[in-house]
C-alpha cells in the first residue's frame, strides 16, 4: 500500500535550518507530486509548496519564498523539505502529503515535529 | 490567498445525531476543488471528501460533502463514536492552496 515515511523530531536553534525527509513507497513515485502542509500548535494546516516527482519543478508559498526549498531524489523515492533562519514561531509539525492527480493529498506521511528553541 | 472560514468552531453532539460543518470561502471556489480531511489527535490528517462531494476510499456513506461557489457543507447523518474528531476544509482551486481553521466535532 502507498506508505509516506517521515524522518523524526528535531530540535533547532533560531536561526538555523531544518532538511526533513519524506520516503515514499507503494507507488510510482515521478507520476504524482508531493506537497509539504505544517501546522503549528493549535493553528490551521498551512501549505508550503509541492515538487513534481517527474520533472522537479516546484512551488512554493509566498509566505516561505526564499526560506523553504523542496527537493527530490527519483532513486531513493524520497522528498526532502528545507527551511531555512528557523524562528520560534516555525515550531510546527511539518507534514508530507501525496497530490492524488487533483490537487488534494490522499495519503499523508505521520508527521514531524520540528521545534525552535 | 483564499481564506476559509469554518463554522461552527466546536460541534457537541450525541451518537446517533447529525452533524452540520460549514466552510466559507472569502472568494467563489470551483467546486473541483474543495476537499474535506479528518484529523485525530497525534494523527495526520485523511482525506475523506474530494472535488466537494467525493468521498475518498473507505469512507463510510454517513459522510456526504455539498456547496458550491463559496458555501460548502460536511454533513455526518448519524454520528458514531469514530467520527468525533477534526475536521478541515481545503481549497486547492487558487495558490497558495488554504485550508480552514478546523471544526472539533466532540461528544455531547
Known amino acids: 500500500q502507498v506508505q509516506l515515511v517521515q524522518s523524526g523530531a528535531d530540535v533547532k536553534k533560531p536561526g538555523a535550518s531544518v532538511k526533513v525527509s519524506c520516503k515514499t513507497s507503494?507507488?510510482?513515485?515521478?507520476?504524482?507530486?508531493l506537497h509539504w502542509v505544517r501546522q503549528a500548535p493549535g493553528q490551521r494546516l498551512e501549505w508550503m509548496g509541492w515538487?513534481?516527482?517527474?520533472?522537479?519543478?516546484?512551488q512554493y508559498s509566498p509566505r516561505f519564498q526564499g526560506r523553504v526549498t523542496i527537493t527530490r531524489d527519483t532513486s531513493a523515492s524520497t522528498a526532502y523539505m528545507e527551511l531555512t533562519s528557523l524562528r520560534s514561531e516555525d515550531t510546527a509539525v511539518y507534514y508530507c502529503?501525496?497530490?492524488?492527480?487533483?490537487?488534494?493529498?490522499?495519503?499523508w506521511g505521520q508527521g514531524t515535529l520540528v521545534t525552535v528553541s | 490567498e483564499i481564506m476559509l472560514t469554518q463554522s461552527p468552531g466546536t460541534l457537541s453532539l450525541s451518537p446517533g445525531e447529525r452533524a452540520t460543518l460549514s466552510c466559507r470561502a472569502s472568494?467563489?471556489?470551483?467546486?473541483?476543488?474543495i476537499a474535506w480531511y479528518q484529523q485525530k489527535p497525534g494523527q495526520a490528517p485523511r482525506l475523506f471528501i474530494s472535488?466537494?462531494?467525493s468521498r475518498a476510499a473507505g469512507i463510510p456513506d454517513r459522510f456526504s460533502g455539498s456547496g458550491s461557489g463559496t458555501d460548502f457543507t460536511l454533513t455526518i447523518s448519524r454520528l458514531e463514536p469514530e467520527d468525533f474528531a477534526v475536521y478541515y476544509c481545503?481549497?486547492?482551486?487558487?495558490?497558495?492552496?488554504?485550508f480552514g481553521q478546523g471544526t472539533k466535532v466532540e461528544i455531547k
Open positions: 502529503a501525496k497530490d492524488s492527480h487533483f490537487g488534494d493529498y490522499d495519503v
Open positions: 472568494e467563489s471556489v470551483d467546486s473541483s476543488y
Open positions: 515538487i513534481n516527482g517527474g520533472n522537479g519543478d516546484t
Open positions: 481545503h481549497q486547492y482551486d487558487y495558490s497558495p492552496a488554504t
Open positions: 507503494g507507488y510510482t513515485f515521478s507520476s504524482y507530486a
Open positions: 472535488a466537494t462531494s
